[in-house]
């Protein structure tokens, strides 16, 4: 069968196969690289939304404690409710900061039951009946941080596994390849066959 074929075709045949296993190689080169910088964002992403969020829940810690000793002094009446609130001021500041830097870095359809807890949490900072019932806000601190864990491990394993078409690109050149090494092995045999 190949004594048939001029010689000179077998070397135009492997410039061009040559020039299409490099083309191919920098493609893929590409791809992976643009995935691996996404990776790279992502997980950056979630290292600030987990500081995010421990400093939204944080704040709101602080202001549910400065509230009871607010409420503790004003009753007792030792200083004027102005001067007892005074230390929620920073800590609120940091609250609607993170909240808002938070609620701008959530994605409101993947990442919604997140949300919804911390606005939950955020109306509650100002709800004077929460702020004293450590109990009730307890619960809601620990409701947003189970969520929080609980999206952050997912979005982990979306990072460690790679994005979807770093997975389809990996998944093709390993078929590829397979063929490629299945396609040169019949040539071979069919090349040693046909001397023989």
């Known amino acids: 069968m190949f004594e048939q074929i001029p010689p ?15 083309g191919t190689i920098a493609f893929l080169n590409l791809i992976i ?20 969020i421990a400093d939204f829940l944080s704040a709101a810690n602080s202001i549910s404690v400065h509230s009871q000793v607010a409420f503790a002094k004003r009753e007792s009446k030792e200083v004027p409710l102005e ?3 005074e230390p929620l001021h920073d800590p609120l500041g940091r609250l609607y900061a993170t909240y808002h830097r ?12 997140l949300s919804v807890r911390i606005n ?19 619960y809601m601190l620990a ?7 609980s999206m952050l ?9 790679g994005e979807a078409t770093y997975r ?10 397979g063929l490629a090494v299945l396609g040169t092995g019949f040539i071979i045999v069919e090349y040693i066959a046909g001397a023989a």
């Open 8 to 22: 000179t075709i077998f070397v135009a045949a492997g410039t061009i196969a040559a020039a299409l296993i490099s």
């Open 33 to 52: 690289s643009k995935e691996q910088a996404v990776s790279e964002f992502r997980q950056r992403w979630i290292d600030a939304l987990r500081e995010e």
């Open 83 to 85: 001067e007892a609130l």
């Open 102 to 113: 938070i609620m701008l870095r959530l994605n409101p359809e993947e990442h919604k039951e």
């Open 120 to 138: 939950v949490l955020e109306n509650a900072m100002s709800d004077p009946k929460v702020l004293v019932e450590p109990t009730t806000l307890g």
């Open 143 to 149: 409701e947003v941080n189970t969520e929080a864990q």
């Open 153 to 161: 491990k997912k979005e982990w394993t979306r990072v460690k596994r």
């Open 168 to 177: 389809v690109v990996k998944l093709v050149s390993a078929v590829l390849f």
